[in-house]
């Protein structure tokens, strides 16, 4: 990774630039943040403090909600097999009859 230590001495330089936009100082403040290395338990803490926060904010389906979900997918599911396979016996039989091999 020889381009780290550059885009290190490029953000250190760019850091006196008065003349850059905001959006793009907060930018290069941004990559040298993410260039910084991070304790890993910490991060793994984080996420999962953030993770269950999130999961806190979700509404879940009852049971009843849940069965006739699942109800729903089993018969698509099984009419979905039966069309593909009575198609792909129909391709069948027309490639045999094309080919002359029945």
Do not use: H
């Amino acid at each position: 990774m020889p381009a780290v230590p550059f885009i290190k001495e490029l953000l250190r330089e760019a850091r006196w630039l008065p003349q850059l936009p905001s959006g793009k100082a907060s930018c290069i403040y941004f990559w040298e943040s993410q260039l910084q290395m991070k304790n890993p338990i910490v991060a793994i803490q984080k996420l999962y403090n953030e993770t269950v926060s999130e999961l806190k904010k979700c509404s879940w389906p009852t049971r009843r909600e849940l069965y006739d979900s699942t109800i729903v997918v089993v018969s698509s599911l099984i009419i979905l097999t039966l069309f593909v396979s009575v198609v792909d016996w129909l391709c069948e039989v027309a490639v045999r009859f094309i080919t002359g091999s029945m």
